[in-house]
């Protein structure tokens, strides 16, 4: 049945959790003593950086007890220097030949030059076509179906899925999105996808522009489901809901499978999580991190942390102990909606994004999450306004937007500030914030495809 998560390869099912466990450590082992001897030049140093050897992580503990070896600002190091001195840019954690590197993708290298960490040896890729084609399989996907594939950073980081993709049997149709909406809607009219994969700005974008602008019904365009990426709306219950109802089929968000994590969330009304099916592949869920000071955090159903990844089997440019930036709320019981049985994992926000206001730390995707319970009232947008670069904020002020329907009734007296005080005190009971609002009309703030803005800089 789609959507009924299982772990996969297919044996996992058949081992208990303690079980699971030994099984992961025994490739924990083997991956650590791989990184070592094919790593000199970086994790050789990392090792010996902390006065460790690969003989002393047994178990996912020890592992545990290691200091943070690598993030984003250390894989571009990597990556500058082999570059400089080998002349590739798959970094000096780079453990095979770069002759039998198949396939990389970058990132936007928004903040600074792309990195790429969606590099492959064939091994890898064959791994990655297997967990992509199980990915399709859950919800329900499989020989016959087209994919509409649209992303922002298409040719970059997603198309590392497309081959997997190709094996299931699925056509991939894709487009560059830089070619706009209208013919976006020309391509689903004349191919007809049976499903879309992108990300979830640009479903939103896409409900409302056909709803309100073009008055079409977005289900006539007759997709079975949407396999959702990205972080502004993947793990928002209200954001979800809204989209599946105007498409009127189900949206699966979906985390992977390149970088770290492979994941799909289940075919249940009520939000679950993305289900960590790929337990094998890496370990996700099973090390998080405060966020600020780096420290382990215990592992127990709802606990919230950075993640920390570590690769199991990857051959080329593989993680250990990366500090990936994302924070999650991980759930190690049985899922309710589908059984599934492995690590469920709910997105927080990222790191970056959090402010601490009056010493309590929150971030800035919590209050965007928070706010979504509030539509049609407000249209879901807005920005957290900083007056300085720090994440310390005195006065905490959210500028967003009041919703459509509010426009009728701005005259009547204290309307929004009504509103204002009937989201702040949500606010205050589960995120410890008491913020002041500036309303602005619909429509006032960008709706990036991308990567989601949360804050407005006044300095
Ligand atoms: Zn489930």
């Not at 770290?260 to 960590?276: M, Q, R, T």
């Not at 190690?332 to 994004?353: I, M, N, W």
């Not at 500036?438 to 703030?445: D, I, N, Q, S």
């Amino acid at each position: 049945m789609a959507g009924k998560i299982r772990l996969y390869p297919e044996e996992l099912n058949d081992m208990s959790f303690e079980e699971r466990k030994v099984h992961k450590e025994k490739l924990l082992r083997e991956s650590i003593r791989y990184m070592y001897d094919n790593s000199p030049e970086y994790y050789q140093l990392r090792f010996k950086e902390c006065g460790a050897e690969p003989g002393d992580i047994k178990t996912i503990e020890d592992l545990r007890k290691l200091p943070i070896f690598m993030d984003k600002d250390r894989e571009r190091q990597s990556m500058e220097a082999s570059l400089e001195k080998y002349g590739h840019p798959f970094g000096l954690h780079l453990c095979c030949d770069p002759a039998d590197v198949v396939s990389t993708g970058g990132t936007s290298g928004t903040t600074g030059h792309p990195t790429y960490p969606y590099t492959q040896t064939k091994e890898d890729q064959g791994f990655l076509n297997e967990y992509v084609g199980f990915m399709l399989k859950l919800a329900g996907l499989g020989r016959g179906d087209r994919a509409f594939f649209l992303f922002p950073l298409g040719v970059y980081a997603t198309s590392a899925i497309l081959p997997g993709v190709e094996k299931a049997g699925i056509l991939p149709l894709p487009l560059d999105i830089r070619l706009g909406p209208q013919l976006a809607l020309e391509m689903v009219k004349w191919t007809r996808p049976t499903f879309w994969f992108t990300g979830s700005a640009i479903v939103e974008f896409y409900a409302d522009l056909l709803k309100n602008k073009l008055g079409m019904d977005p289900k006539d365009l007759g997709f079975k489901c949407l396999l959702l990426t990205g972080e502004a709306g993947c793990g928002i219950p209200e954001v979800k809901k809204r989209v599946e109802d105007a498409f009127g089929c189900r949206w699966y968000d979906w985390w992977g499978p390149s970088l770290l994590n492979i994941a799909i969330s289940c075919d249940s009304d009520e939000y679950h999580g993305l289900h960590n099916f790929a337990e094998d592949w890496d370990l996700t869920g099973e090390d998080l991190v405060d966020p600020v000071t780096k420290e382990s955090i215990e592992i127990k159903d709802g606990a919230i942390g950075e993640i920390v990844g570590t690769h199991l089997r990857k051959k080329a440019a593989p993680y250990l102990r990366y500090a990936t930036g994302d924070i999650v709320q991980v759930f190690t019981s049985e899922c309710p909606g589908c059984g599934f049985k492995g690590y469920r994992l709910k997105p927080v926000g990222r790191a970056d994004d959090m402010i601490t206001v009056k010493g309590v730390n929150v971030f800035a995707g919590a209050i965007h999450k928070k706010l979504q319970q509030f539509v049609p009232r407000v249209t879901g947008h807005m920005r957290v306004i900083k007056e300085d670069p720090s994440s310390r904020i005195t006065k905490l002020i959210i500028k967003a937007e009041y919703g459509e329907g509010m426009k009728d009734h701005l005259e009547e007296l204290g309307k929004l500030e009504e509103l204002g005080k009937e989201i702040k005190n949500a606010m205050k009971t589960e995120l410890r914030i008491n913020p002041t609002f500036e309303w602005v009309p619909p429509e006032t703030l960008e709706r990036p495809l991308r990567k989601p803005i949360l804050f407005e800089k006044r300095y």
